[in-house]
Antibody, heavy 115, light 106 residues
Framework: QVQLKESGPGLVQPSQTLSLTCTVSGLSLTSNSVSWIRQPPGKGLEWMGV???????DYNSAIKSRLSISRDTSKSQVFLKMNSLQTEDTAMYFC?????????WGQGVMVTVSS | DIQMTQSPPVLSASVGDRVTLSCKASQNINKNLDWYQQKHGEAPKLLIYYTNNLQTGIPSRFSGSGSGTDYTLTISSLQPEDVATYYCYQYNSGPTFGAGTKLELK
C-alpha cells in the first residue's frame, strides 16, 4: 500500500537550514508528484511546493526564495531544504502525494525553530 | 494570489443536523477545489475532490457543490465522529488553503 513518512530534526536554530526527507513506498516518484505542506501549531495549512513526476518543481511564491525540493528516485525519497529559518517556520511538516486531491499523506514531522 | 475565505470559522451543531460549510474564492477557480477533514493530532483526510466528487471510503453524508467563486461542503446528518476542522483547497493557480472551519458538537 502507499505510504509516505517524513523524517528530520525536531529542532533547528534560527537562521539555519532545515532539511527534511519524505520516504515513499507503494508508488513511483517517476509517475507521481509529491507536495510539501506545513501547519504551524494551532493554525491552518500552507502548501509549500511540489516536485513533479518529471523532476520539475514549483514553489509557493511567499517562500520561493528560501525553498528547494529535490528527490532521489532510486531511494524513493523526496527532500525539502529551506534556509534562513525563523521562529514563524515552527510547524508540522507533511508530505503528500500529488499537487491536488492529496489522497495519501505522511504522519508529519514537527519542527521547532528555537535557540 | 487567490484568497480562500471559509465561513463560519467555528460552527456548533447537534447530532443529526444538516451542516453547511462555505468557501469563497477571491476569483474564479473553475471548480478546482478539494475539501479536507483534519482531526486533532492527525494528518488531513481528503473528503471531496474537484468540487463534488466523493473520495473512496468517505461516507455519503458528505457532499460538495459550487462553481465560480463559491463552494459548499454539506454534511447531511452530523455524526459525533465528524467533529474536526474542515479546510478547502484551491489548485486553480498558486495553490492555497482556506483558514478552516472548526466543527463542534452543541
Amino acid at each position: 500500500q502507499v505510504q509516505l513518512k517524513e523524517s528530520g530534526p525536531g529542532l533547528v536554530q534560527p537562521s539555519q537550514t532545515l532539511s527534511l526527507t519524505c520516504t515513499v513506498s507503494g508508488l513511483s516518484l517517476t509517475s507521481n508528484s509529491v507536495s510539501w505542506i506545513r501547519q504551524p501549531p494551532g493554525k491552518g495549512l500552507e502548501w509549500m511546493g511540489v516536485i513533479w513526476s518529471n523532476g520539475g518543481t514549483d514553489y509557493n511564491s511567499a517562500i520561493k526564495s528560501r525553498l528547494s525540493i529535490s528527490r532521489d528516485t532510486s531511494k524513493s525519497q523526496v527532500f525539502l531544504k529551506m534556509n534562513s529559518l525563523q521562529t514563524e517556520d515552527t510547524a508540522m511538516y507533511f508530505c503528500a502525494r500529488s499537487y491536488y486531491s492529496f489522497d495519501y499523506w505522511g504522519q508529519g514531522v514537527m519542527v521547532t525553530v528555537s535557540s | 494570489d487567490i484568497q480562500m475565505t471559509q465561513s463560519p470559522p467555528v460552527l456548533s451543531a447537534s447530532v443529526g443536523d444538516r451542516v453547511t460549510l462555505s468557501c469563497k474564492a477571491s476569483q474564479n477557480i473553475n471548480k478546482n477545489l478539494d475539501w479536507y477533514q483534519q482531526k486533532h493530532g492527525e494528518a488531513p483526510k481528503l473528503l471531496i475532490y474537484y468540487t463534488n466528487n466523493l473520495q473512496t471510503g468517505i461516507p455519503s453524508r458528505f457532499s460538495g457543490s459550487g462553481s465560480g467563486t463559491d463552494y459548499t461542503l454539506t454534511i447531511s446528518s452530523l455524526q459525533p465522529e465528524d467533529v474536526a476542522t474542515y479546510y478547502c483547497y484551491q489548485y486553480n493557480s498558486g495553490p492555497t488553503f482556506g483558514a478552516g472551519t472548526k466543527l463542534e458538537l452543541k
